[in-house]
């Protein structure tokens, strides 16, 4: 085998407005539309609309503690059918980017190539947060995020295992895998929940609704009051001084002790988006990735 192997991304999609058209736009680039799967959970907004891709809506699913485990035997489903076809498949959420230094690796296939095509891969998690004293615009999708976003914070359970050639499946809202993973120092998924303090109190207010509705994810982020995860978000970037904050270092993070193995699968160690927000120090983005997304 020689060359960029054949890449299949899905994701699933509800009511994500102009973020899931960037999300066809910056796949699109790396593996060709034509490999692109968006399984659309009943959006009422109108972006799943001639996005150019495959998209199949799905049934309503089961809400409360069925939603994740039908949403992953759905998802597994959908990979391991794609895999009789497919070198690989990728599952990531709409605000889930992956990226790599375009200099070395222009799209995430050739990372895969050039490490010798392993059986599953990791990313370095960074969730791209909104700092408002320095970033005083909101957040224009219609334009490259990182020439107007530069901060993040490494965030372990962010560092997932999304790309697999093997059958084995995802677990944990796919933030977990039934087989051995290593993150890659040079693959990167930035993940934009907190790139624009409007959109974050927007997507928050939907998602809660969602989950006080039918139960969904309850026990997440999905279960707090919008106006709660907006006060810990501007407690998180009040008083940045930018001359402080230095670029992230992948050394830094001990990525080869990261994967843990527990009750069956191989996982990061445990610590929720909010605690991440709250407890993991403010970095810059890695210059180099600049124009990735």
């Not at 939603?67 to 889930?96: C, K, S, T």
């Not at 957040?139 to 059958?167: H, W």
């Not at 930018?242 to 843990?260: C, Q, Y």
Request: proline fraction near 6%; charge should be negative; glycine fraction near 8%.
């Amino acid at each position: 085998m020689s060359g960029r192997p054949e890449v299949a991304v899905i994701t699933m999609a509800r009511d994500e407005g102009d973020l899931l058209s960037l999300w066809v736009a910056h796949y699109a680039k790396h593996v060709g539309i034509d490999n692109l799967v968006v399984l659309d959970d009943n959006s009422a907004d109108g972006s799943t609309e001639g996005l150019g891709c495959t998209v199949h809506r799905v049934p309503e699913l089961k809400g409360g503690l069925d939603f994740e485990p039908v949403r992953m035997r759905l998802v597994n489903g959908i990979g391991q059918g794609l895999l009789a076809v497919y070198d690989y498949v990728v599952f990531v959420d709409v605000d889930e980017f992956l990226v790599t230094d375009p200099t070395r690796y222009p799209t995430f296939p050739d990372l895969i190539e050039a490490r010798g095509r392993p059986e599953a891969m990791g990313a370095i998690g960074l969730n791209v947060v909104h700092v408002p004293s320095v970033e005083a615009q909101p957040l224009d999708l219609g334009r490259p995020v990182l020439e107007q976003r530069g901060y993040a914070k490494f965030t372990p359970l962010m560092c997932k295992p999304s790309i697999k050639r093997i059958n084995a499946g995802w677990a944990i809202s796919s933030h977990g895998l039934k087989a051995p993973y290593e993150i890659d120092p040079e693959l990167y998924m930035l993940h934009l929940k907190f790139a624009d303090r409007a959109r974050l109190a927007e997507v928050a207010r939907l998602r809660n609704e969602v989950s006080q509705a039918d139960g969904r994810a309850e026990d997440a982020s999905w279960g707090k009051a919008a106006d709660e995860i907006v006060r810990i978000f501007d407690e998180v970037v009040a008083g940045v001084d930018p001359l402080e904050i230095g670029e992230f270092d992948p050394a830094t993070a001990s990525l080869e002790e990261m994967v843990i193995f527990l009750n069956g699968r191989y996982r990061t160690p445990k610590q929720g988006q909010i605690a991440a927000l709250r407890k993991q120090p403010l970095t810059r983005i890695p210059h180099r990735l600049l124009g990735t997304l």
